[in-house]
């Protein structure tokens, strides 16, 4: 039977299965495929923690969600048209956010009675009729990769682990991808296992040629490619654009950057993609602990060098101490925070933004610091610019706030080009003549940065209270009290330095949506389809968090109703409230997932009808009697 050809604008697609069936593999390649087609895309990978967590576990799925679409998006998509499910656990975990009458593609030689009681099934969904509602396609998967290899000189085991090749090459011929550039790719994978690529693309293609032949599937799927600026695009994490910009921000400052780290997820991905850019001086440290990590950096930083620590959750805790020391030394540090869900180890692969608090207050004293936070994935590239800049301008240790959810996730990048960047030299101290440890510039208020070994310029630092001209150890309490001042003044001077509020909307409405982070593309999106409704709601995004945007105070009193959206329990709200003493409502999620765009549209649409919003999205349920 002959397919017929489908044109869709917009495709989301969900890879779920067991944490070692390659889910995460299977998604990065159809994104690829996607990119080279030429549509927009956002990615979501979500994964467990565990590295290996028993298999046909319902804790041991393992996602990777893709949002294609020859339009502007800005999300990896609320809920997928198509689920492919590798195994029973699989579909457990995942189908209750399949879209009525979405494609489910299920991999049935998978569907045996032991992994049907690991995923506590009590009886065959294949079988009793509970998958109606959905345009099931019930495929062999595991059966027919080890067909395809029969008489191949792999094990049976070794055979098995390609079945995720052939799940790919089933919706590479769904959605009418060329097969030639994924074999290139399988084969420069595995250079070294030739056996494994020949066995990869030889699965691959029986899938494709499985949806080709199999008459089950009667649609090829089109999705056209999206209309961009002109330039050059490539795929990119927030990981790795991040460390694209801080290499970038070296270059702009005319030094070389010193990154000293300690692995962590989701942040450890950042010294992985800057240990390759040794040709750009960049010299990287792996440390023994979090707090051998960032002293390290603070010892480069008073060498001369720009110096950057990374870490998330529990790493930024047990670094509190040498921030403030940075503080204290007034040394230009930036330390990124990729968010995860928290207390303690909490939920290390999952997505949060509770570390707000921590990243303003974490220090013991009067240690303020610059905190500024990217918003998408190739943000996180000029987020890092700034945060280096900004850093070695006024000679402060500066936060840069990402999250798991930008940090994995990915959308097309145009390349910039740096050298048209504007660039902010940094130079040192070299003039011995009436140089003082603490004699600052009148409009940063930053120290003069003198490098040890500089004639003239020998120096003191250190964690104790300093004069406030010549960093002679003081106890003189008036003195405190000024260096205290002065401290705090140098962060609140950062404001003269930060652009434009990125506001959409005009300046007054009915709604004001403050967010930021990696919430701006459900935000935006939602506000953008309110609008489109001739509502007036407007959103502004923030990009610094200490000290806040000028731009939020003029209008912030312009609205009806103004809500505060974060992934935590309201703590910028917090700070909004005591700040601008006005009433903030709250829109708050804590479950280690970003918004849906149907979420905010219904927050937004509540307050619009003159309702009020919970305290929190899921209410704490009251605690159970003895």
């Keep these: ?75 990896p998509g609320d809920a997928p048209d198509v689920l492919v499910a590798m195994n029973p656990a699989a579909l457990k975990t995942n189908l209750k956010d399949l879209v009525d009458g979405g494609v489910l593609i299920i991999n049935s030689g998978a569907f045996i009675e032991s ?75 595995f250079t070294k296992r030739p056996e494994l690529a020949e066995a990869n693309i030889a699965v691959f293609k029986a899938g494709y040629h499985f949806g080709e032949t199999a008459e089950v599937f009667q649609t090829v799927y089109k999705v056209p490619a999206a209309r961009f600026a002109p330039g050059t695009y490539r795929n990119i994490t927030g990981n790795e654009a991040l460390a694209l ?77 040498a921030i403030g020391l940075g503080v204290m030394t007034e040394l230009p540090l930036v330390i990124v925070n990729v968010q995860r869900g928290g207390p303690s180890t909490g939920l290390p692969t999952k997505t949060e933004q509770s570390d707000l608090d921590q990243a303003l207050h974490g220090r013991n004293g009067e240690a303020p610091i610059p905190v500024i936070a990217a918003r998408s994935p190739g943000d996180c590239f000029y987020a890092a610019v700034e945060a280096l800049k900004i850093a070695s301008r006024y000679m402060v240790p500066v936060m840069l706030l990402s999250d798991g959810y930008i940090a994995n996730g990915s959308e097309p990048w145009p390349v910039p ?116 409704q001739g509502k007036r709601v407007s959103h502004a995004h923030l990009r610094w968090l200490s000290p806040l945007e000028p731009g939020l105070a003029k209008i912030i009193g312009n609205f009806k109703h103004v809500v505060c959206a974060e992934l935590n329990m309201g703590q910028l709200r917090g700070v909004l409230r005591a700040k601008f003493l006005i009433d903030i409502a709250g829109l708050n999620k804590v479950q280690g997932l970003p918004f849906k765009v149907r979420e905010v549209v219904a ?24």
């Design 115 to 189: 992994n049907l009681k690991k995923a506590q099934y009590t009886s065959n969904p294949l079988e009793d009729g509970s998958l109606e509602r959905y345009r099931v396609h019930a495929v062999d998967i595991s059966g027919l990769t080890v067909a395809a290899l029969e008489g191949g000189p792999l094990s049976t085991k070794e055979k098995g682990r390609s079945k995720n090749f052939f799940a790919l090459g089933l919706v590479f011929w769904m959605y009418g991808r060329e097969l030639d550039s994924e074999i290139r790719r399988i084969t420069k994978q």
């Design 603 to 626: 927050a937004i649409e509540q307050l619009l009808d003159g309702e009020r919003l919970p305290d929190v999205t899921v209410p704490t349920a009251p605690a159970a009697r003895a």
């Design 417 to 532: 080009d740096v050298t048209a960047l504007p660039r902010f030299d940094v130079t040192h101290r070299t003039d011995p003549d009436g140089y003082y440890v603490y004699d600052r510039d009148p409009t940063t208020l930053a120290r003069a940065w003198a490098v040890p070994g500089s004639a003239g310029l020998e120096h003191r630092i250190g964690g104790i209270e300093k004069d406030f001209l010549t960093g002679n150890i003081s106890y003189e309490p008036t003195n405190h009290e000024r260096m205290v001042h002065v401290r705090a003044e140098k962060i609140a001077r950062v404001a003269q330095d930060i652009g434009e509020l990125d506001l959409r909307g005009e300046e007054s409405g009915d709604v004001l949506v403050i967010g930021w982070g990696g919430t701006f593309g459900s935000l935006r999106q939602a506000v953008d389809e309110l609008r489109g």
């Design 1 to 75: 039977m002959e397919s017929k050809t489908q044109h869709l604008d917009r495709v989301v697609i969900r890879f779920a299965g067991d944490s070692g069936d390659g889910m995460q593999l299977t998604g990065t390649e159809f994104t690829k495929a996607a990119a080279e087609a030429g549509n927009d895309i956002s990615t979501f990978p979500d994964f467990p923690a565990e590295i290996r967590a028993p298999a046909g576990s319902l804790f041991g799925v393992s996602g990777f969600q893709l949002h294609f679409s020859s339009n502007e998006i800005h999300t």
């Design 245 to 321: 910009g801080l290499v970038a921000g070296g270059e702009l400052a005319g030094k070389s950057i010193f990154f000293a780290g300690y692995p962590i997820t989701p942040a450890s991905a950042i010294l992985h993609s800057l240990a390759k850019f040794k040709n750009y001086g960049v010299l990287t440290f792996q440390a023994e602990d979090e707090i051998a990590a960032i002293g390290a950096a603070l010892g480069a930083s008073f060498g001369g060098a720009l110096a950057v620590t990374a870490s998330s959750g529990p790493g930024i805790a047990l670094k509190g101490e």
